[in-house]
């Protein structure tokens, strides 16, 4: 590494890059789309590629990038030519960090909104669910997605949370706050799933999440599962770059990108079981798709005893898990034009963060004023998570492991990671071989059901 590079801010310590970096990946991801992406899926079938996914796509992709951004130091583009330009290759692999920039925001856009979702219920919250009947819960989400102006504003506040922190520098911010809040958003879920247990059917969760039969498999499944790992482990949108940009040398990338995995899974998995657990004995419907966590968790909150405090105890961390990860959704675009252009912090979290809620206030009318509008048949929530989940994601997978795996000096890539040389030649022969295979196979499978 030259050593003219600008010293930058960089984590306290190898267990706060764990921490924030666990704080990217845990999200609304976890708790929002992974149950509901599993009811529309069909349960197991899902469950089953996604986990294998996480261990042979998503884990060793997840040290990929995060070497990338510690020997690139700096945000994902520039990041990225600089490796580029250390392994003497073809300029057009910068590409690699464009499409994460570019990615994130659009992702940024849509959780925006969705993380308003989770705002209004917080407040809803307050006042209690007590009472609440099946049909009634159905009906308040269905009314929230009915009322452009209470998306817009609670998207307008959850996406001006996500600039103050950008603004004053990610290091600083999230790690103290990670520190209480992470533990804090396990321990609850430790709650419903106790609850889950002794009140509604977990039997049933277990089965529907676990009961593993591989001729269940669709080929729709597939790449839903295969994007969603993408998506839980924040992957290829310049996010775990950009904070791998932040880490100390000397950490092992290995251990860090273990525990991260398996913190999110575990946090995935929990959230699952304590939803499927409340739909089950509810009656509900697995399939019912976005809405699915805030239509059965109300009915437990205002069943179970202490409700009242478990469930604004529970918004609020879910809040803030999505808030943690925003902010690495915002960061990389902001640190790209913070650096290549000069702009001032505070500039650069202002122009990206107005795109990103113009984007926003459209997915907000997604829902209702322009729910006829529609691009390949897709509205334009949907567009945007299907473009960046199942396509953008994917796509810079595949070219991180190709680029790790082929482009980049083996001694280069051997110096960052500190690895044996039996692990080094596993890890490089799965970004090689086995991630750019299962991807493309993955992707022809799909193309093969529309063409
Ligand atoms: N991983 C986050 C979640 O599960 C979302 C995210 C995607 C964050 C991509 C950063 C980059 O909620």
Not at 141 to 159: E, K, Q, S
Not at 162 to 186: C, D, Y
Not at 402 to 426: C, D, K, P, T, Y
């Amino acid at each position: 590494m030259d050593s003219t590079a600008v010293a930058r801010s960089h984590w306290s310590s190898r267990w706060a890059f764990v921490l924030v970096t666990a704080g990217s990946a845990i999200g609304l991801g976890n708790i929002w789309k992974f149950p509901y992406m599993t009811g529309t899926n069909g349960g197991s079938a899902f469950v089953l590629v996604y986990l294998l996914c996480i261990a042979f796509i998503g884990v060793p992709l997840l040290m990929a990038e995060t070497m990338l951004g510690r020997r690139g130091q700096a945000n994902p583009v520039g990041s990225m030519r600089r490796v580029v330009a250390e392994a003497g290759a073809h300029p057009g692999w910068i590409a690699i960090g464009f499409i994460g920039i570019l990615g994130a925001l659009m992702i940024l856009s849509f959780y925006s909104v969705v993380a308003g979702w989770i705002l209004d219920y917080a407040m809803r919250s307050f006042s209690g669910f007590a009472g609440l009947t099946k049909a009634e819960a159905g009906a308040a989400f269905a009314a929230l997605l009915a009322d452009p102006l209470r998306l817009i504003g609670w998207h307008t506040v959850f996406m001006i949370l996500t600039a103050l922190v950008v603004a004053s520098g990610v290091t600083s911010g999230i790690e103290r706050a990670n520190k209480i809040m992470m533990p804090a958003l396990f321990a609850i879920i430790v709650a419903l799933i106790v609850y889950g247990i002794f009140a509604a059917d977990m039997a049933a969760a277990v089965r529907f999440m676990f009961h593993f039969d591989f001729g269940a498999v669709r080929r729709e499944v597939v790449l839903s599962a295969m994007g969603h790992a993408f998506f839980t482990l924040s992957l290829g949108m310049g996010a775990i770059m950009a904070y791998g940009s932040y880490l100390d040398r000397g950490t092992s990338i290995m251990r860090t990108a273990f525990y991260v995995a398996l913190a999110d899974t575990g946090i995935a998995l929990m959230a699952g079981l304590a939803i499927f657990a409340i739909v089950f004995a509810q009656g509900l419907e697995p399939a019912s798709g976005p809405g699915l966590i805030l239509q059965t968790l109300p009915l437990a909150f205002a069943q179970m005893p202490g409700g009242a405090v478990v469930g604004p105890l529970f918004f609020i961390l879910v809040i803030f898990a999505a808030w943690t990860s925003s902010i690495s959704l915002m960061e990389p675009f902001a640190a790209f034009l913070i650096e290549r252009f000069g702009l001032s912090r505070r500039a650069a979290v202002g122009g990206m963060g107005l795109v990103a809620w113009l984007l926003g206030i459209a997915v907000a009318l997604s829902f209702n004023e322009w729910s006829g509008f529609k691009i390949l048949g897709l509205g334009i929530f949907d567009l945007l998570d299907t473009l960046t989940t199942k396509i953008m994601m994917p796509l810079a997978g595949l070219l991180i492991a190709l680029f790790v795996g082929w482009v980049m000096r083996r001694h280069h890539v051997a110096e960052e990671m500190g690895l044996s040389v039996a692990q080094l030649g596993i890890w490089l022969n799965v970004l090689r071989f086995g991630s750019p295979l299962a991807i493309g196979l993955i992707f022809l499978h799909v193309v093969g059901v529309i063409g």
